[in-house]
């Protein structure tokens, strides 16, 4: 037989009790650790924002850049963007062919055309390439394919060409 809850009597809220009684508060232990030095005053000097890094870059070249990166590895994991960036700062660098970003990705047979390309922009996968492409042309991050000029999906290949690296779906070359 269940109680009719009109005939229930309230029950007393519970009272709130210190986790500790108060007799039991200690206080802290004396630091014994020496405190460390004070940096000299030019140590203290912010890192450069990014907006500092970015202001020496050209944003067409940002631009040029993150649009290959977006079409050519944008469903690769981020080391295979990375190189995929890396090779046009490589091929900037070598004298072999044009001098800036945007003309390397110009240039007639080597990628798409990037003035007809417009990806989405709202997007993770177009911040992450901007991103990658800042970090190229300042010259952030570690080469992932060092010296790699070249580069193919995996089911071709460059006989002519030494091998440098496979990153995900890609071939690197030299």
Known sequence: ???DPAQVAPQPTPALVPATAPD???????????LPQARPEADLQPEPAVADVTADIDQ???????????HEAGNQPHRGQLAVAQVIRARVKS???A???CGVVRQRGQFFNVDAYNPPRNNGRWSTAVDIAIRTLSGKDEDVAPGA???????????KRVRVAQ???HIFYR
Request: charged content about 15%; overall charge negative; some cysteine.
């Open 167 to 169: 990153i995900a779906d």
């Open 95 to 97: 004298g072999r062919f």
């Open 99 to 101: 001098d800036s970003a």
């Open 1 to 3: 037989m269940t109680a």
């Open 24 to 34: 039991a508060v200690t206080t802290p232990a004396p630091v014994t650790q020496a």
């Open 60 to 70: 067409d070249e940002v631009e040029c850049v993150a649009k290959v990166v977006v």
């Open 149 to 159: 000029l070249f580069f193919h999906s995996a089911g071709s290949s460059m006989p």
